[in-house]
């Protein structure tokens, strides 16, 4: 947050305050990006069904979904070879599980599955291939479980950080003793909020009568600045904590400066 004073004299003090926009766009527009690439390429589907019904039905069929596209893919059980985990290529943070057939390999993309897991995959898919009495086989696995809850908190983080920034595009804070009001506007693309108080009704105007509220996260804290009245209906200048510890310290020093605050 940038603060300006407007103008100051005895009896008016008009401070601007404005957020560092660029950090709001970055941070959200990371997160939401990073939600939105999770839910494309991670989320989805993978069935792998091979049924051995002589003589109509002896089939392999792995059928992949995503929320961008669907395959389907058919072979006759002869033409499948059988299944390996191919360490001279990664998949993520393991080996990818491949399908032999008599036209090729074909990759089983399971992301949940470590390496040995899909190890374990390969050997029950070969079982399967070489058991005569197995009637029917099936691998599934469903990423959509998490990384639709962890693309969607991604995205509503990254839409906060935006939508903070847009509510207090800028913030005007107009203290005048002469009226006996505080006025707090906020700015922004939503429109434009205007709140008042009684510079009386600020706790006495003592020295608590202009507070840090502090919000700390995992990795970084972020404040914003309370206006505590005496009807306990307190008013914060921004939306949500948008100050750094630097310009909430200056923001402090200014008003209780010219409120003559202990």
């Known amino acids: 947050m940038r603060l300006k004073i407007l103008e100051q004299t005895p009896t ?16 959200g527009g990371l997160f939401v990006a990073g939600g939105v690439l999770l839910i494309t390429t991670l989320a989805k589907t993978t069935t792998f069904t091979c049924n051995r019904v002589e003589p109509t039905q002896e089939n392999c069929q792995l059928i992949t979904n995503s ?16 299944a390996k985990v191919d360490t001279s290529k990664t998949a993520g943070n393991s080996y ?14 399971l992301v949940n599955a470590d390496s040995t897991h899909k190890e374990s995959n390969a050997r029950q898919i070969n079982a399967f291939l070489k058991n005569s009495r197995e009637s029917k086989l099936i ?6 479980l998490w990384t639709y809850p962890l693309g969607l ?7 906060v950080c935006i939508i903070y920034m847009l509510m207090n595009n800028i913030i005007i804070c107009i203290f005048d003793k002469t009226l006996d009001k505080a006025t707090i506007k906020r700015e922004g693309w939503f429109g434009k909020e205007v709140i008042e108080a009684k510079l009386s009704e600020i706790s006495g105007l003592n020295m608590n009568a202009v507070a840090i509220d502090t919000v700390t996260g995992t990795s970084s804290t ?3 600045i309370v206006l505590n009245l005496a009807s306990k209906k307190n008013i ?4 949500g904590p948008m100050f750094t510890a630097k310009s909430a310290e200056q923001t402090i020093e200014a008003i209780a ?4 605050l202990d």
Do not use: M
């Open 257 to 260: 400066s010219f409120l003559k």
């Open 222 to 224: 972020i404040y914003n």
């Open 139 to 144: 691998i599934h696995e469903d990423s959509r």
């Open 67 to 82: 929320i961008l596209n669907s395959q389907v893919k058919n072979w006759n059980l002869k033409e499948v070879l059988g």
């Open 96 to 109: 990818p599980l491949v399908l032999l057939t008599r036209n090729g390999s074909v990759i089983i993309d």
């Open 153 to 159: 908190f991604l995205i509503a983080s990254g839409a």
């Open 12 to 27: 008016l003090l008009k401070l601007r305050l404005k957020p560092a926009a660029i950090l709001y766009w970055l941070f």
């Open 236 to 239: 914060y200048l921004a939306a």
